[in-house]
C-alpha cells in the first residue's frame, strides 16, 4: 500500500523530474513568480490542483500528464533498454541547462578580454611614464 502512496505522490514526482532537468528550486521558483520555500513545500504535497500543476508543468518544459505518469521505474527501464538513446525519459525530454564546452570558450573569452584590457592599461602606463621622463 505504501508503494502506490509514494508512486502518486505529485510533489515527488515534480521534484525528480526538476533534479532530472538540472534545475533547482530556485529556478523552478522564479519561473513560476513564488519562493523557494513555496517549491520545497510543493514537492512535499501528495496533491497538487490541475491549475498549479498545469504551471508548473509548463515551467518544467513538459506535460501535465508526463508528471502524472511519472515513475522511478520506468525512467530506469527506459535508461537501461536504450542506453544509447537516453534523450527521452517517460515523456520528459532531458536537455543539459548547458554544454560544457560552450561554458569553456564562454569563460576563456572572458578571460581574453580582461588581459587585453589589463595590457592596455600597462601599455598606458608606459606611455605616461615615458612622457614624464622625457620632460
Not at 537516453?86 to 569563460?107: C, Q, R, W
Amino acid at each position: 500500500m505504501e508503494t502506490a502512496t509514494k508512486n502518486n505522490h505529485i510533489g515527488r514526482k515534480i521534484s525528480r523530474i526538476r533534479e532530472l532537468r538540472g534545475m533547482k528550486q530556485e529556478t523552478l521558483a522564479s519561473e513560476l513568480g513564488i519562493s523557494q520555500q513555496s517549491v520545497s513545500n510543493l514537492e512535499q504535497s501528495e496533491t497538487i490542483e490541475d491549475e498549479k500543476l498545469e504551471q508548473i508543468a509548463k515551467a518544467l518544459g513538459v506535460t501535465k500528464e508526463a508528471i502524472e505518469n511519472f515513475s522511478e521505474e520506468s525512467v530506469l527501464n527506459i535508461i537501461s533498454n536504450s542506453f544509447h538513446d537516453n534523450s527521452v525519459l517517460n515523456g520528459v525530454l532531458y536537455h543539459p541547462t548547458f554544454n560544457p564546452i560552450d561554458k569553456l570558450m564562454e569563460a576563456y573569452e572572458e578571460n581574453k578580454k580582461l588581459y587585453e584590457r589589463l595590457l592596455q592599461a600597462e601599455k598606458d602606463k608606459i606611455e605616461y611614464l615615458e612622457k614624464l621622463l622625457n620632460k
